[in-house]
């Protein structure tokens, strides 16, 4: 899996200062992703999910370790270089989807080409195509607060698939939808990987979600306990 | 700042180059298409800006209206300030001088001083003599003696009417047949738009001066023209010789006995040179002179005099320039401060969120400083633009008595000093909240979030 990974993490380390305390988050966490992979990350709150999600999608860095992502050592990279990195290599779904709320579906999902070196006949033909995928071309103009929670996400998957990413990543992504919309969206995921391969990285403390992933990964304390495919037993871990 | 009336001037230069014309428009018109272009190219950025800006209408109309007001109150002092220093700086070339009476005012020097002064006091092969003169007399009184009041006290400057335009500030769109008409009727008068409004009067009236300055020496004037909206609005002018031939008539009606005034009725002479050098020459040909003792003359440069005469307001001005301005624009930059604070503090999520999407660091300051510049910049644009087309346009000039100038008008230039004022204190109060969202840490503010 090694020769494939789209992400490798190895011996990342990740410790906060509270004072003269030093909080450890992350204890030298080794981890391959391969490419078109489905993987979902679960643990306890404070056990580090969320953290290693954010140092993989290039929004913070390790303490100590590298980090590369699609042959790119993000791990070194300077915040610029990083926020650059990001607009061509991430998507990012949020658990609260975090669209502008004065914009229109359309200008949110628009919002990372304006980026990028493209006419705005090519982004329009982007766009147009992220929002067809996701179901919402008949909410184009719609601000956030027109659309339901399971369209407001839908829209965030858009906006995170709309620059053709090499990895996206979801944290908590179903966490504040119903069980229904949660189902649309874990659906639309599963597409996204299987029909487009894409990599995704989930951090999610729902089961449903998980059972989604090809693999499971549960952390602990910043270390990894288990990895494995989503059987009862992985998904049930304490 | 003489920088601050560089448009003023340049319009002038091409009112007085007109073949300058076209190629400045030209000119103009390219650098306005790359703007244009440039504004078009980041137009999706603008439109963020906005968006960003209508979020709360509120807020953002309150903070606009509050630069909008206090870039009023800059712009008119500031004009105030700018006008008074142009006064008082010398120009480089068109030296102008002022002869007065060396001790005593107000300056009061026989007429008799006036043709030799005119020359400099050149008497000898190689003196100098000035490029242009004028003089000065004041004449003053009513036209109601029975029942003086400020509407019908007049006073006149009496002087060469050919004189006028070529020696006078700012009068280079006074109409030449008025000057040509006070040339030809020596009882002619040109007034000023507010003081033929107080006098109730207009061009072709006729009226009589009982004099309160040249007692028993009453004159019948007639309006033969006004000056342009502006500086000169309480103004008036009469042709010099009309005064000086009464005065020599005085004694054919008073028993061969000269008027009381005969010897002091000149107050000032005014000469140009071409340069610093020409007027230190003129100035010592007319000191080391003889003919000018009883009374004795002193010269100085017109800036000089002007602020002579402006020295009992040097502490207001010292006021106006050092206090208020700069209270004015530190509070127009808290006002934009407070508000775009509020205004990235409510949006932190919305920043780590552009953040994530790849907006980088510089992104971020850049959007926070852009919504500051569009407040202040409109702001303080559209604030010089009411501020222009209200005073200069609608009244000729705003009345603020200082010394011998009743009103200021507003120039041209005053349209990007209100931009400028906007933008820059607008910009300046926005660094702060700008460098915090600038620095806002993506993982905090999700690990708050959640």
Known sequence: ?238 | MQYFLTLERFLRFLKQNPQYGPPMIAGSAGVLLVLVFVGYWFHKYWYLLLKSLTRNLLRTGLSALAVFVLAIVVTLVWTILVVLDVVMTEKAKDFKAIVTERWQVPSRMPIAYAPSLKEGAASKPGDLKPDDNMSWQFYGGTLDPEKRTWENTLFFFAMEADKIIPMMDDLENLNPVYVKRLMENKQGAILGRERLKRLNKGIGDRFTVVSMSHKGIDLEFEIVGEFPAGRYDSSAVMNGNYLVDAMDAYPTTHNGAKHPMADKSLGLVWFKVPDSDAFSKVAEQIMSSSLYTSPAVKVETASSGIASFLEPYKDLLWGLKWLLVPALLVTMALIVANAISISVRERRTEMAVLKVIGFTPGRILGLVLGEAFLVGGASGLLSAAVLYGAIHVGMGGFPFQIAFFPKFDIYVDSLWWGFLFGTITSLAGSIVPAWSARTIKVSEVFAKVA
């Open chain 1, 1 to 238: 899996m090694a020769a494939e990974a789209i992400v490798r993490v190895s011996e990342v380390h990740k410790f906060f200062r509270r004072g003269s305390e030093q909080i450890d988050v992350l204890n030298g966490l080794n981890l391959g992703v391969a490419t078109g992979e489905f993987l979902g990350l679960m643990g306890p709150s404070g056990s580090g999910k969320t953290t290693l999600l954010n140092l993989i999608a290039g929004l913070d860095t390790p303490s100590q370790g590298d980090i590369w992502v699609g042959g790119e050592r993000v791990s070194r990279m300077t915040e610029g270089q990083l926020a650059r990195w990001r607009t061509r290599h991430i998507g990012f779904i949020f658990q609260f989807y975090h669209l502008l709320p004065v914009l229109t579906a359309y200008e949110n999902v628009e919002l990372p080409l304006l980026l990028l070196p493209m006419t705005a006949a090519q982004r329009k033909q982007q766009v147009m195509t992220a929002l067809e995928l996701v179901g919402l071309s008949d909410r184009l103009k719609h601000r956030p607060g027109q659309l339901s929670g399971g369209q407001q996400q839908r829209v965030g998957i858009a906006r995170a698939i709309v620059t053709d990413p090499t990895l996206i990543v979801a944290d908590e992504p179903t966490g504040d939808l119903d069980a229904r919309s949660a189902e649309e969206i874990l659906h639309l995921m599963a597409l996204l990987q299987k029909d487009l391969k894409k990599t995704i990285i989930m951090v999610t403390h729902d089961p449903r979600a998980a059972k989604r992933a090809q693999r499971i990964l549960h952390l602990e304390k910043g270390k990894l306990v288990t990895d494995g495919a989503p059987s009862d037993a992985v998904l049930s871990h304490p």
